[in-house]
């Protein structure tokens, strides 16, 4: 079944360590997202990428790396300069259609605390 | 910068009963998305819509894009206990871009 996988589902964190988080889709979307999600608020906007090898910063990028060297994989690196690290990461994935975006279809989350 | 408010934020219904949130926005918009995002999953869409005064329905849910652009409707018939969760409107940044914004969710509690 097509769908976007994210992987571990619980992580965690210990002071001054860099964590990687996985996200992977097979529905051919071009363009995938990453979101941070914390109580109460709605999804904050990490970054994305529209192609490979190229990638924009979204509204809460600092503290945060992610690579896009295949159109599959965007995984995003949480490192020790992300302060408060602790929420729920949520990946998504678009096709891209001219001026208008294709819907996000979205993987199952990793939550990530700080041991 | 574009900015969605969705209300209500919170909703207590009992089983059976029809419910109808909304989400609007200061600027137009040319997409609405409507999701439910379940307990420590991630969003699932319901409902997407493309045209002014459209109005679409998914089973017991139907939504409609407001004729002014700048507002869209969700509504539920009959709701049964599955159907709580947070329910998030989103649409694009504008400009065309890939981006969406999202509301902060209206979170549905339905009592048997």
């Known amino acids: 079944d097509g769908g976007i996988t994210q992987s571990p589902k619980y992580l965690f964190r210990k002071e001054g360590q860099n964590v990687t988080l996985s996200c992977e889709q097979n529905l051919n979307h071009d363009a995938m997202y990453w979101y941070r999600q914390d109580p109460g608020q709605g999804l904050r906007l990490i970054y994305y990428?529209?192609?490979?090898?190229?990638?924009q910063k979204g509204d809460i990028a600092e503290g945060y790396s992610v690579s896009r060297e295949k159109k599959e994989s965007f995984p995003l690196t949480v490192t020790s300069a992300q302060k408060n690290p602790t929420a729920f990461y949520l990946c998504a994935s678009s096709i891209v259609r001219g001026r208008f975006p294709g819907p996000q279809h979205f993987g199952d989350g990793t939550r990530l605390s700080i041991l | 910068g574009q900015q969605l408010n969705q209300n209500p934020q919170s909703m207590f219904i009992q089983e059976g009963e029809d419910v109808s949130m909304n989400c609007t926005s200061s600027s137009i918009f040319n997409t609405w998305l409507w999701y439910k995002q379940d307990p420590g999953e991630g969003p699932v869409l319901l409902i997407a819509?493309?045209?002014?005064?459209e109005l679409t329905s998914n089973g017991r849910l139907t939504a409609q894009f407001g004729i002014t652009r700048k507002d869209s409707f969700l509504n539920i018939s009959a709701s049964i206990p599955s159907d709580v969760g947070i329910y998030f409107c989103a649409g694009p940044k504008g400009g065309g871009s890939e981006k969406l914004v999202f509301g902060k969710g209206t979170k549905l509690t339905v009592n048997p």
């Open positions: 819509l493309y045209k002014a005064g």
């Open positions: 990428s529209q192609i490979v090898n190229d990638f």
